[in-house]
């Protein structure tokens, strides 16, 4: 249930996450260049729980935004939209924790 007009939470930390996901990004190309040169599974294994942890890292950072932000000022409005937004951050939750 995304609010186009509202301003994401993590705006003030957009640079911030632009810059980890290229990281991120890199590391992904490092370990698809890791396979084509037939590296040792441990170590190809090793990066991708790296890569896993980072994301992980933007991920949780994210949802710390979205409820301190987001779902706290809907909360504060309160009604059906904090009903909504309290759903909606619960089912982030849980997809994170499936993951």
Known sequence: ????????????????????LR?????????????????????VLTQISAVNSALQSVALGLLD????HCVSHAVAAGGEEADAKLAEASAAIARLVRS
């Open 23 to 43: 990281r991120i990004e890199g590391q992904v190309r490092g370990i698809a260049k890791m396979i084509d040169e037939d590296k040792y599974c441990i170590d």
């Open 65 to 68: 935004e979205h409820l301190g």
């Open 1 to 20: 249930m995304a609010d186009e007009n509202a301003t994401p939470g993590y705006s003030p930390q957009k640079e911030n996450y632009a810059k980890r």
